[in-house]
């Protein structure tokens, strides 16, 4: 599923894709990915398409907040939680920084 929302990500142009694993960090889902939208407009396209995708491929009814403002949609997917931001509001959250080790940080850049 990972392998997927990173490459529906990819196709709809979101930016600074980082992903992220949890196992051993959080119980709540496997991976976070992280990634940027340029405006309220192309993050709720970008949720928005995520979502059908992941109905679609995976019969997996994502949860699914903040999708109204545009500023920051968070997707729970189950074993994957996505973050969709506006590049100002993901500076201000830092979300990186709080779950992220600093050599992973070299490794999710990549991704």
Known sequence: MLERILSSLEDDKAEDVVSISLKGKSEIADFMVICSG?????????????????????????????????????????????????PEVREFYQLEKMWMSPGEAVAAART
Do not use: C, M, P
Request: hydrophobic share 40%.
């Open 38 to 86: 340029r405006s309220t407009r192309q993050v709720a396209s970008i949720s928005e398409k995520l979502t059908d995708r992941l109905k679609q491929d995976f019969g997996v009814l994502s949860k699914v907040e903040g999708k109204e403002t545009g500023d920051w949609v968070l997707i729970d997917a189950g074993d994957v939680i996505v973050h969709v931001f506006r």
